[in-house]
Nanobody, 125 residues
Framework: QVQLVESGGGLVQTGGSLRLSCAASARQFSLYTMGWFRQAPGKGREFLAAIHWSSDTTYYVDSVKGRFTISRDNAKNTVYLQMNNLTPEDTAVYYC??????????????????WGKGTLVTVSS
């Protein structure tokens, strides 16, 4: 099992930016497709973005496209989520997810074995 630890959450004003990090304990991290989800108060979990293990292909949901950027550093076993132009609607707990050799589509469905405990992002108006 892979341990995922998110960091970088906090309080930011509308229009501000944050960069989330997710450090993974995985051996052969480069073989893991990585993604980010969030869960706002009273709502279900929402897929946001993913980066494929082999091609570094990325995918974003429409609500964050153009504002969020996912990237990875295989040498540091870390995936990042750069979030710009934040709004109060982005307030949520953000979770990192990962699994070995899976497609982005599979990860986007939440069919993954490894989840972090989350980091809280609060955007004030």
């Amino acid at each position: 099992q892979v341990q995922l630890v998110e960091s970088g959450g906090g309080l930011v004003q509308t229009g501000g930016s944050l960069r989330l990090s997710c450090a993974a304990s995985a051996r052969q991290f480069s073989l893991y497709t990585m993604g980010w989800f969030r869960q706002a108060p009273g709502k279900g979990r929402e897929f946001l973005a993913a980066i494929h293990w082999s091609s570094d292909t990325t995918y974003y949901v429409d609500s964050v496209k153009g504002r969020f950027t996912i990237s990875r550093d295989n040498a540091k076993n870390t995936v990042y989520l750069q979030m710009n132009n934040l709004t109060p609607e982005d307030t949520a707990v953000y979770y990192c997810a990962a699994d070995r050799l899976i497609s982005i589509a599979t990860l986007a469905q939440g069919s993954v074995n490894n989840w972090g405990k989350g980091t809280l992002v609060t955007v004030s108006s």
